[in-house]
T-cell receptor, first 111, second 117 residues
Framework: GQNIDQPTEMTATEGAIVQINCTYQ??????LFWYQQHAGEAPTFLSY????GLEEKGRFSSFLSRSKGYSYLLLKELQMKDSASYLC????????????FGQGTTLQVKP | GAVVSQHPSRVICKSGTSVKIECRSL??????MFWYRQFPKQSLMLMAT?????????EQGVEKDKFLINHASLTLSTLTVTSAHPEDSSFYIC?????????????FGPGTRLTVL
């Protein structure tokens, strides 16, 4: 079956660093996406990993280990506006673009 | 990328009525669109893959006769919730598949909040 796991909730302090983990078991793998979603809004793209290693983009970085079925999203210098849900999604097939989403991690940034 | 719009943004209807939600790709001709449903504090659940000019592909457990999908043009897909009931109240989001990362990348619409009384 297909399974993607993320912690349900996390809390961190403004200015700190937080790591959101995602483990997956899927039939086929063609990349892993991280999306940010504010309440009542559409998800917005943050990062994409298809090869092992770390991808850095400003304050956000994403890591992938395909052998371990594991990824994490690292957020540095947290800001209040980073309070949102973070969705991990795996692309199993390259033909259709279909994504399988994890349940999402709700991050609350406190002053 | 692609700019995606949805209409309406919010809709309230009575139980037993049907509701149509539109998803438009404003700057990209989309052969494939996706429809998701999201319940409060939960993640996106894929309902179906909408294919231009052919029948939609529904995910397991999604009733195709209840959730009618029409993708008659490269810029418009519609989702009709027939005989809506309170348990159908949810946030419905569409996305457009654009060639890019990992073959295809998804760009999401702003969502439609459906409340069934």
């Amino acid at each position: 079956g297909q399974n993607i796991d993320q912690p349900t909730e996390m809390t961190a302090t403004e200015g700190a660093i937080v790591q959101i983990n995602c483990t997956y078991q899927t039939s086929g793998f063609n990349g892993l996406f991280w999306y940010q979603q504010h309440a009542g809004e559409a998800p917005t793209f943050l990062s994409y990993n298809v090869l092992d290693g770390l991808e850095e983009k400003g304050r956000f970085s994403s890591f992938l280990s395909r052998s371990k079925g594991y990824s994490y999203l690292l957020l540095k210098e947290l800001q209040m506006k980073d309070s949102a849900s973070y969705l991990c999604a795996v692309k199993g097939s390259s033909n259709t673009g279909k994504l399988i989403f994890g349940q999402g991690t709700t991050l609350q940034v406190k002053p | 990328g692609a700019v995606v719009s949805q209409h309406p943004s919010r809709v309230i209807c009575k139980s037993g009525t049907s509701v149509k939600i539109e998803c438009r790709s404003l700057d990209f001709q989309a052969t494939t669109m996706f429809w998701y449903r999201q319940f409060p504090k939960q993640s996106l659940m894929l309902m179906a893959t909408s294919n231009e000019g052919s029948k939609a592909t529904y995910e397991q457990g999604v009733e195709k006769d209840k959730f009618l999908i029409n993708h008659a043009s490269l810029t418009l897909s519609t989702l009709t919730v027939t005989s809506a009931h309170p348990e159908d109240s949810s946030f419905y989001i569409c996305s457009v598949a654009v060639p890019g990362l990992a073959g295809y990348e998804q760009f999401f619409g702003p969502g439609t909040r459906l409340t069934v009384l």
